[in-house]
């Protein structure tokens, strides 16, 4: 066998394989975008060729079917949860002081708290998280949570404090502040 033959069908190989890489790898980022004509301002929806939400792998939007009959998920090495949250008596208002961050969902949904109390948080997913207040102008600011990560706010006034994850934006929660 020719060595100089040998040595570009190796280096066409390479090339081959390369090229196979990049397609995979351009594929998956595209994939990881979202449409660049959303139907309203912050909405999720899927990009081009998507049957999925963006930054939710195997949810749903509405009108587009789970691309698995199986449930399994279409990134197998993500553990994260497949089926939507469960209403009815999750969903009622805990009292106490902490909220867990687990399996993409912040536990309670709703917690109720008197004024003055401080709330942390603690991340338990091997993903980071934020805890972020929902719209403008709220009190709730962290940076991204690590594993094991906390992060603590003290509520002084009465109200409403709608969260969520800046970085997982369908992982929503609220704190009900009363006297």
Known sequence: MNPNLDHVGRRSRVAAGLAAVTAVAL?????CGQSPGSSAAGAITPGPGQRHVAGMPGASAPGHPAST???ASPMPSMSMPMNSPKTGAAD???????VAIKNFTFSPTTLKVKAGTTVTWTNQDTDAHTVTSAGSGGPLHSPALATHATYSYRFTEPGTYAYLCTIHPFMTAKVEVTR
């Open 69 to 71: 009959a199986s449930g």
């Open 27 to 31: 594929g998956l980022l595209s994939a």
């Open 92 to 98: 009622a208002p805990v009292k106490g002081d902490s």
